[in-house]
């Protein structure tokens, strides 16, 4: 069974940082495309980034192009969010993804709330 779990979410004062991971497991990790989404409060959920499965390449939603950086470490299945310069607009729930051709797979996700 697939299971990714982020985990780094919390509570930041605007202009602070943040790194979320996200753990996986039950999956090829490095067969897998990575993406985080976020949902804000009444809000549909949003691309914010993506991964290729080797980590040779990224793609950034405009909205957080420069600010934040995505990584992944297919040693340790993992992938990481660091995330700079936050604004009160970035607070959502983060969530993990998982993309292959015969699949995806979502996280629970972790709550970013960025407020002074």
């Known amino acids: 069974q697939v299971h990714l779990v982020e985990s780094g979410g919390g509570l930041v004062q605007p202009g602070g940082s943040l790194r979320l991971s996200c753990a996986a497991s039950?999956?090829?990790?490095?067969?897998?495309?990575m993406n985080w989404y976020r949902q804000a409060p009444g809000k549909d959920r949003e691309f914010v980034v993506t991964?290729?499965?080797?980590?040779?390449?990224?793609a950034y939603a405009d909205a957080v192009n420069g600010q934040f950086t995505i990584s992944r470490d297919n040693s340790k299945n993992t992938v990481s969010l660091q995330m700079n310069s936050l604004k009160p607009e970035d607070t959502a729930v983060y969530y993990c993804?998982?993309?292959?051709?015969?699949?995806?797979?979502w996280g629970q996700g972790t709550q970013v709330t960025v407020s002074s």
């Open positions: 993804h998982a993309v292959r051709f015969d699949g995806i797979h």
């Open positions: 039950g999956l090829t990790f490095s067969t897998y495309g």
């Open positions: 991964i290729s499965s080797a980590g040779d390449s990224t």
